[in-house]
């Protein structure tokens, strides 16, 4: 029952991208505006009263930045990987998928549905730190397919993310939260997040054609992604059993089996650094999920 719950739920957030796909093929909308919106508006807030609304906790915090290190390593290890198959870009590219996975627009509702809203809270918090890895160090890396080294420094020392986040762990921490009412007020921001991110992979796949689809780059980044971190997320579930609970090995099963990030292409449409062969590589991705995350968690009997 757990399982077809998760596959409804990961074909509906497919659906919305089929929706972005529609609509990009139908009207000149363009992901990068979007991109921005979600880049400079959307995530700050999401993250802020994420952070901000829960009791600070030690555990929480050693989720957010065990999953920061495991990213940045992983981006690292795939910047190695690709330096010795592409120069340009497509490295810098292939570095930020590598180190990430669709947890914010994907796993998080997926989470949630199929798991509870506990483990949405336990998601957040791993969500955290991988949402930092994207718009600090996977951000540095990324902007370095376009930009030199001081550029992808400033481009991300600019990004508005890195203040609400000290902010809300700041506030958090002395135990200062916004109301009630505030924080339902801005929970839309939430839903939007999804919904828009999953749209942006659709509209910029509708202005791909088929000619500029790199294969290379789309295999690699999902063996990448299908292979090495549900291995990966076992490991560390095995290495780790004795302080993480049954539903907390869950959630960080489901977190190690999400797509390809869409971030991917918010970011690869924001630094101008092929944001096709991003869209490409997110949606087969996607879809792919479909049928692998329920395989996977069965396999690995988390759920």
């Not at 479909?290 to 996977?296: C, E, R, V």
């Given at each position: 029952?757990?399982?077809?719950?998760?596959?409804?739920k990961v074909l509906f957030l497919v659906a919305i991208s089929i929706l972005g796909f529609l609509l990009g093929k139908k009207s000149d909308v363009e992901a990068y505006s979007i991109s921005k919106i979600l880049v400079y508006i959307v995530a700050?807030?999401?993250?802020?009263?994420?952070v901000v609304s829960k009791d600070f906790s030690p555990k929480y915090l050693l989720l957010s930045i065990g999953s920061f290190l495991l990213c940045s390593l992983m981006s690292v290890s795939a910047l190695k990987l690709g330096g010795k198959i592409w120069s340009g870009g497509n490295k810098n590219l292939f570095a930020f998928s590598g180190g990430t996975g669709n947890t914010g627009y994907?796993?998080?509702?997926?989470?949630?549905?199929?798991?509870?809203?506990?483990?949405?809270?336990i998601a957040a918090f791993i969500i955290l730190g991988v949402t930092l890895y994207e718009f600090t160090v996977g951000y540095y890396i990324t902007a370095q397919g376009q930009h030199d080294k001081k550029d992808g420094l400033i481009k991300m020392l600019k990004l508005p993310l890195i203040y609400a986040f000290g902010l809300a762990f700041g506030l958090s921490y002395f135990g200062i939260k916004p109301s009630d009412s505030?924080?339902?007020?801005?929970s839309i921001f939430t839903g939007t997040y999804s919904v828009l991110g999953m749209m942006v992979i659709g509209i910029t796949l509708a202005k791909v054609k088929i000619q500029?689809?790199?294969?290379?780059?789309?295999?690699?980044?999902?063996?990448w992604k299908y292979l090495v971190y549900p291995l990966i997320g076992f490991v560390l579930i095995s290495l780790f059993a004795g302080q993480l609970n049954t539903l907390e090995q869950a959630v960080v099963m489901v977190m190690c089996c999400v797509p390809m990030a869409g971030n991917t292409v918010v970011l690869a449409n924001e630094l101008n650094v092929h944001p096709d062969k991003a869209a490409v590589a997110v949606m087969i991705s996607t879809v792919l999920?479909?049928?692998?995350?329920?395989?996977?968690?069965f396999?690995?009997?988390?759920v």
């Open positions: 029952m757990l399982l077809t719950t998760i596959f409804y700050p807030i999401v993250i802020f009263f994420l994907f796993g998080l509702p997926v989470v949630i549905y199929s798991l509870g809203y506990e483990a949405g809270v505030l924080t339902e007020s801005f500029h689809i790199d294969w290379q780059f789309v295999v690699l980044a999902n063996l999920s479909i049928a692998l995350i329920p395989l996977y968690l396999v690995f009997r988390v």
